[in-house]
């Protein structure tokens, strides 16, 4: 049904054995996801250890080897099944790994990325506060040096894996002047350390799982080399680069609601044909469906490999998450108008990935703050 045109036989053996992973182990968790909140972190950790989300991180520094195109696969696969899913472990394999990767030094590599790299160890990466993730003069969070110790206080909301990580990156303002881009640390701070408290955990429309909340930092002490340093330009690269992350993830969602409402479209009887059968409009509507998904495809793979080739592809990361959100709320819609009534039912499963499309226009960016990332770079 979908042109794939960048496969080879390496990669069609990761696809198998990620989709094999995702429907006996991620689709069972699915309720617990949904109707519990529960974090699907033994799966994440279990997929690491699998060394499915090493492809962002080269060898030498524990990954599997910079290949982007095995990354979006192996996304894509697990958006198939759960936005969730997908959306943690995106944040494990490059948004966090990744940033750890190109600013730790020797001895952090080994101390914190490889364990997590391993399967070891469940990263956490807070920046946002009450003041928004944009306004860096509003930081409340600050890290002051004492002796061999960085002491740190304040507090983050919407963190992710709040109340499950085994380690986090916090992003800490300085104690003697405004808070800039040039002047937040960021710093490794483990969860078992005395004065770090998880607070609210927010009831979202989607993503249930992710364990979004709050966090409290009371003198928090770690020690002076969990300090990664300053780089917070560096760890928004390793955001935007992350779309194409949450790229193959929506790209795994609207091929889910879109095959399942084929079939539904092809077995439903109405006056002793199906509806696929009697009405045209209804092929017509899908076949549009199926030219927006595929172009997107096409759009996000290509990008993928001019991302092995050095190609700088920052502006269509970007671009891509933005296409993405909208058109994925757009499949899902059009999808459950042609499934009818039954569209709206949990149990039929379109409405979760309607939900979750929500979900990947806020976290990261808003659809409206990547339309102006853009045309500033214009």
């Not at 990761?14 to 972190?41: G, H, L, N, Q």
């Not at 002047?177 to 701070?189: F, G, K, L």
Request: hydrophobic share 40%; net charge negative.
């Amino acid at each position: 049904m979908w042109s794939k045109w960048y496969m080879n036989e390496e990669r069609r053996l990761i696809e198998k054995a990620v989709k094999t992973f995702a429907e006996k182990e991620v689709r069972p968790f699915i309720s617990a996801m949904e109707d519990e909140d529960k974090s699907p972190k033994e799966l994440v950790l279990a997929l690491t250890k699998l060394g499915f989300l090493g492809y962002t991180i080269p060898e030498e520094k524990g990954g599997s080897g910079v290949d982007w195109v095995n990354y979006g696969i192996v996304i894509e696969e697990l958006g198939k099944v759960s936005g969730n899913m997908a959306f943690i472990a995106l944040l494990q394999g490059e948004v966090f790994a990744g940033f750890m990767a190109s600013l730790a030094n020797e001895q952090q590599i080994e101390k914190f990325l490889k364990p997590a790299l391993r399967g070891e160890c469940l990263l956490g990466g807070w920046v946002t506060e009450p003041g928004g993730i944009n306004d860096l003069g509003s930081f409340e969070t600050k890290a002051r040096l004492d002796g061999d110790e960085w002491v740190i206080n304040g507090g983050k909301i919407f963190a992710t894996n709040a109340d499950c990580m085994d380690c986090a990156i916090v992003a800490c303002g300085p104690v003697d002047e405004v808070p800039s881009a040039d002047n937040i640390r960021y710093i490794m701070v483990p969860k078992d350390t005395p004065g770090f408290v998880p607070g609210h955990i927010e009831n979202k429309i989607g993503f249930n799982g992710s364990r979004t909340g709050q966090i409290y930092l009371n003198d928090v002490r770690v020690p002076k080399e969990n300090d990664l340093g300053l780089g917070t330009e560096l760890f928004n690269y390793h955001m935007f680069l992350g779309y194409c992350g949450y790229a193959a993830a929506m790209l795994g969602g609207m091929e889910t609601v879109f095959e399942q409402t084929v079939g539904y479209l092809k077995q439903r009887l109405s006056g002793g044909k199906s509806l696929w059968e009697s009405h045209e409009t209804v092929r017509f509507d899908i076949g549009k469906l199926w030219q927006a998904i595929d172009t997107y495809r096409n759009s996000l793979y290509g990008a993928l490999v001019g991302m092995n080739q050095g190609t700088d592809m920052y502006l269509s990361m970007i671009a891509l998450k933005h296409e993405g959100e909208q058109l994925m709320e757009h499949v899902c819609s059009e999808c459950m108008s042609l499934y009818g009534g039954l569209g709206l039912v949990k149990e039929t499963g379109i409405e979760r990935f309607y939900r979750d499309a929500k979900m990947y226009s806020m976290v990261c960016g808003s659809t409206k703050t990547l339309t102006g990332l853009i045309s500033s770079q214009l």
